[in-house]
């Protein structure tokens, strides 16, 4: 007999399990509709591959799973999908989410089956392949994919495999069910466990409570010839201990079967052990034997305002209401519907919401039996909480902290070991509702590690832009200088410029003096002028400026048409100092777009010349008509 | 040597001491170099903890000057993105007692990120301007979008837009996103809290 170990704290809350253990396991019959949603595991959702109007039989893939961490979904019955949208799901929140809706057709027909006759030729990768095929997520807990546990690192060596059969929390019996009536398929697929990790050791943990099943496990797992299967001398061994709460957490289980601590922050594969819920096991045989995906589980249906409580074989997706009304539901005297057990479970606002992975009990209680929490009153600090703790923390200091939102402390003070067991809570003599404050500053810590991580994404974007409007503004003044420079060269150049230059230019001049004389005569251009004027300083906005230049502009040319002319030329003008410029520029630089600068000045000279000419054929015209 | 160190003990102690000290002095030089700070750390530190939201709620120009201003002395409790997580981080890091958000420079809201109804967007460029991390994407008349992974919510695009087109909406809840909140104190809110606590009139006792 394996020794056992002891974990610290932990209480002994009123099991009531018997209510529903009286009768044998009851198939429920198949709903008229199954929701399923996409996300009944930790990890991404499963992504749709059917469409809406789509036939599926029983065992079909309706969703695949995407990325690593993620599990596939499969039709429990055959019929139609008939929609896929958002429809409250069984979540704390009470919030909806992605589901694809099933209408039975009542057949409940299978698509082909390829059952694998002999397990044992196969190797680890192909049976790890066949586990997240089926769709296999944890269905004691949270709902971790289990393909990914099983999928062990090489370097870790993984001597101990444990079956988790504790079933702690009061009025769950699913596991207990599943024992007396299972117990074959169980060491089945304990066997099946033993060949993918190949312990050395196989423990069967199981709270003294469930005496009764103990010589039915012991003898189907004797069946099982361990040590061929793993090459090892493997012996598994069915290990009873007293029965307290959390016994059944993965932490405490290992504690008390092999006396080692799980570090905290750590997993058990690092102490190479791999715990595994007698559930999965099950659903680990169907898959591998049977070629059946998961599809169904058992769930307890119990509670005093249930007439019949009892065990359900229930097909994932059938609404809670559906499975309630086979017990016998009595909706006025329930108090408050409660998926998952007293301490762990969590209220459903609504009924219609489905059977999921990880539901291993409905509980209906009434009034009487789980009276609603008077109000809490201030801790006294009397430490029980302290002492309950099977995580061995201090609850009350952290529940300062938590009402501080000081996280750094409640990181300091190990928050992330608590198993949100509710043992605290229960025994606090203020009614304290302590795990509530546990579980909102779990997620407000992770929160803040994602903020952290956007702030620094933030902050090199902040910095990237400030170094680039820097860098900008930089280029402008250089550019300014530059131009200057140049514009000096340019006018030093020019004194230079031929002669032919400056008599057109003595000839703009007169035109000029002339245009004025002709603006003042010319009423309209000067109103227009006004007006420009009036709206270049009422208005900053450059659009405006720029528009009533334009129509400025405009009405001088109507009134003087040689304006047109004179005005290409100082643009011409304008555009050679500037392709000079450039080319100094490109030449003072070694530039290698210099060829082009120096064709780009010589096109613009031309371009000047032409605009002269039309000037001096203008002149010549409007003369020659005089 | 040996017979230097025998005859003059005193001597030889201090040419000892004397070595030590360059040697000393010579790796601490070094290290001053090798090893040199950039910028002033507890003002890295410090704005490692702001979330670096540039909204200038607090007053600066962005969470760097704010950074600085707390290193000389300013209060820590002007950031209201930060929140109170956020003060007692800087309180804790300062080691100065936590105070309460000054309400003078906003409230801690949820979480928001801007929105442009696209087909209202005349294509200014105006809140490309004003975003302070180029979360919004867009070209002169051309229609401007922002890019809600890199958005930080700060609220200084909506103000410029001359058609008013940009909307703060709040980031989605779902199920991924949803959390716990800490109990008030009024029981009837919590009517959807269990926890078998409570129970111990019961006959369950504790271990
Ligand atoms: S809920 Fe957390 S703090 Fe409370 S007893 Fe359980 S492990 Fe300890
Ligand atoms: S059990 Fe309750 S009252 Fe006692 S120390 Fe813990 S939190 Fe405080
Ligand atoms: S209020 Fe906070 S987020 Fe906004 S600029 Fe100041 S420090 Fe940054
Ligand atoms: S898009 Fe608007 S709200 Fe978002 S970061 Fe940029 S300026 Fe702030």
């Known amino acids: 007999m394996n020794k056992i170990w002891d974990f610290h704290g932990g209480i002994h809350p009123l099991e009531n399990k018997t209510q529903s253990l009286t009768k044998a396991i009851v198939t429920a019959p198949i709903a008229p509709q199954l929701t399923l949603p996409l996300s009944q595991h930790i990890g991404a959702p499963a992504k749709p591959i059917v469409q809406v109007g789509d036939q599926v039989l029983k065992g079909q893939c309706i969703a695949e799973a995407v990325g690593p961490v993620s599990v596939p979904l499969h039709a429990p019955t055959s019929g139609t999908v008939i929609a896929i949208e958002q429809r409250t799901i069984p979540h704390a929140s009470g919030l909806e989410d992605n589901c694809i809706v099933i209408e039975a057709n009542g057949n409940d027909e299978w698509r082909t089956r390829n059952p694998i006759t002999d397990y044992t030729q196969l190797d680890k990768n192909t049976l790890i392949k066949i586990i997240s095929h089926a769709g296999i997520s944890g269905m004691g807990g949270a709902g971790f994919p289990t393909s990914i546990k099983l999928n062990t690192r090489d370097d870790i060596a993984i001597d101990t495999l444990i079956l988790n059969a504790t079933e702690c929390e009061p009025y769950i019996t699913s596991d207990h069910s599943l024992m007396r009536e299972y117990a074959d398929e169980i060491a089945n697929g304990v066997a099946i466990l033993a060949k993918i990790i190949k312990p050395t050791k196989i423990l069967f943990g199981i709270e003294d409570n469930k005496l009764d099943v103990v010589d039915g496990i012991s003898a189907a797992l004797a069946q099982h010839d361990f040590a061929a299967l793993t090459g090892l001398a493997t012996e598994a061994e069915v290990i009873t201990f007293p029965t307290k709460y959390p016994s059944g957490g993965e932490k405490q289980l290992i504690q008390i079967l092999t006396g080692k601590e799980v570090p905290s922050g750590g997993l058990p594969a690092q102490l190479g052990i791999v715990c595994q819920n007698i559930g999965t096991a099950v659903a680990i045989h169907n898959a591998v034997c049977l070629d059946e995906p998961l599809i169904s589980r058992i769930t307890t249906v119990t509670g005093d305002a249930v007439n019949q409580p009892c065990n359900y074989h229930v097909l994932l997706g059938t609404p809670v209401e559906f499975l309630l009304a086979q017990s016998d539901y009595q909706k006025n005297q329930s108090a408050r519907l409660i998926m998952g057990g007293p301490m762990m479970g969590f209220a459903l606002a609504n009924t219609a919401v489905p059977i999921v992975k990880t539901t291993n009990c409905i509980l209906a209680p009434t009034e009487e039996e789980l009276p609603t929490p008077p109000p809490a009153q201030a801790c006294i600090r009397c430490g029980m909480c302290a002492e309950a703790c099977p995580a061995s923390l201090l609850p009350q200091q952290l529940y300062w902290f938590a009402q501080g939102k000081e996280l750094d402390k409640l990181e300091e003070h190990n928050i992330a070991d608590c198993i949100e067991c509710g043992a605290c809570s229960y025994v606090c003599p203020s009614n304290i509702p302590l795990v509530q404050y546990y579980r909102a500053s779990k997620v407000d810590i992770r929160q803040r590690k994602v903020d952290h991580q956007n702030a620094e994404l933030a902050k090199e974007r902040f910095d990237a832009r400030q170094e680039r409007l820097q860098r900008l503004e930089d280029e402008k003044i250089a550019a300014r200088k530059a131009r200057q420079a140049a514009a000096k060269l340019a006018a030093e150049q020019r004194g230079k410029e031929d002669v032919k230059n400056a008599a057109v230019e003595a000839a703009v001049e007169r035109v000029k003096a002339k245009k004025a004389k002709g603006v003042q005569e010319s009423p309209a251009a000067k109103e227009s002028e006004n007006q420009a004027n009036i709206i270049a300083t009422e208005s900053d906005d450059p659009i405006a400026r720029a528009v009533a230049k334009r129509a400025a502009q405009l009405a001088e040319d109507a009134a003087n048409p040689e304006n047109k002319l004179i005005r290409a030329i100082d643009s011409a003008k304008q555009r050679v100092s500037k392709s000079q410029t450039r080319v100094v520029d490109a030449e003072a630089n070694n530039d290698e777009n210099l060829a082009i600068f120096k064709q780009a000045a010589e096109k613009a000279e031309a371009k000047l010349a032409s605009a002269q000419q039309a000037l001096i054929d203008f002149r010549a015209q409007s003369s020659a008509q005089e | ?207």
Request: charged share 20%; aromatic share 4%.
């Open chain 2, 1 to 207: 040597m040996i017979e230097l160190i025998s005859q003059h003990p005193f001597i030889a102690a201090l040419l000892a001491l004397l070595m030590l000290g360059l040697v000393f002095g010579a790796t601490l030089g070094f290290g001053a170099v090798k090893f040199a700070v950039d910028g002033d750390p507890i003002v890295d530190q410090i704005n490692a903890i702001l979330p670096q939201t540039q909204c200038g709620q607090c007053g600066y120009p962005g969470c760097k000057p704010y950074a600085e201003a707390i290193a000389n002395g300013d209060a820590i409790n002007k950031c209201p993105p930060g929140g109170e997580a956020g003060i007692h981080e800087l309180a804790n890091l300062l080691d100065v007692e936590p105070i309460a958000l000054d309400d003078e420079h906003g409230v801690e809201d949820i979480k928001k990120v801007a929105y442009i109804r696209e087909d209202e967007c005349i294509g200014c460029t105006k809140c490309i301007q004003a975003c302070p991390i180029d979360a919004i994407l867009g070209a002169a008349k051309l229609m401007h979008t922002v890019i809600v992974s890199e958005c930080t919510g700060c609220d200084l695009c909506v103000e410029p837009c001359p058609v008013d087109c940009i909307d703060m909406i709040p980031v989605a809840t779902g199920t991924r996103a949803w959390k716990w909140e800490i109990p008030d104190r009024d029981p009837s809110h919590n009517a959807n809290i269990i926890v078998t606590d409570n129970t111990n009139n019961q006959n369950g006792h504790a271990a």
